[in-house]
């Protein structure tokens, strides 16, 4: 089985950075890619940024050139940095991770953003 962890959490004015942090644990052999999505409420889950094992990232339209993901392998961790956070980025954001074709999920960190 494989467990998800996600940090890094929490409330910050229009403007304000964070950065949350995804660790993975058990049975991990290899990870074709992980991500992060996020819901606000009354809203989809819409995907933020992925990244692969070959690092190629993607983001959504609405992040771009403020959120930035990573990983570090060894530490089977992904991080999502976020910069000139907005309202509008308000949400439980959720690490996922991709291996074998099988998608696994964490439990989700509240980010809010107020005005």
């Known amino acids: 089985q494989v467990q998800l962890v996600e940090s890094g959490g929490g409330l910050v004015q229009a403007g304000g950075s964070l950065r949350l942090s995804c660790a993975a644990s058990g049975s991990i052999s290899s990870i074709n890619a992980m991500g992060w999505y996020r819901q606000a409420p009354g809203k989809q889950r819409e995907l933020v940024a992925a990244i692969t094992s070959g690092v190629s990232t993607k983001y959504a339209d609405s992040v771009k050139g403020r959120f930035t993901i990573s990983r570090d392998n060894a530490k089977k961790t992904a991080y999502l940095e976020m910069t000139g956070l907005k309202p509008e980025d308000t949400g439980v954001y959720y690490c996922?991770?991709?291996?074998?074709?099988?998608?696994?999920w964490g439990q989700g960190t509240q980010v809010t953003v107020s005005s």
């Open positions: 996922t991770l991709l291996r074998a074709g099988h998608e696994y």
